[in-house]
């Protein structure tokens, strides 16, 4: 099975997030090829959480889990923290009211 370059992932779920009228930007950019992403959804109330892909150890399968919930703020703290460890990571950032990410659909939710 061919692996996408994290470059075409991180495109391809943009535009899926601008077909669905979901404001998101690429706030950091990192690997072209292999770089790991984080997905931040902003509420625009104060409140934010942070998703990364893991290895789900029941399954064995890959799944999106929280890395951090709360305040926007503590949450920009903490990716702030997870890129400084992996210059390679790229963070998404997404805004939408209602929590939408799209992360649950067909393509986007495991490998």
Do not use: C, H
């Amino acid at each position: 099975m061919t692996r996408l370059t994290a470059e075409f992932w991180v495109q391809a779920y943009l535009r899926r997030l601008n077909l669905a009228d979901i404001p998101a930007y690429v706030t950091a950019r990192g690997d072209a090829t292999a770089g790991a992403v984080m997905v931040k959804l902003a509420t625009l109330n104060g409140e934010a959480q942070a998703f990364e892909r893991r290895t789900d150890l029941m399954s064995g399968g890959r799944q999106w889990m929280t890395y951090a919930s709360g305040p926007e703020r503590e949450v920009d703290e903490a990716l702030t923290r997870a890129r400084a460890r992996d210059p390679d990571l790229w963070i998404i950032e997404i805004e939408d009211r209602t929590g939408r990410t799209l992360l649950d659909e067909p393509g986007l939710a495991g490998d």
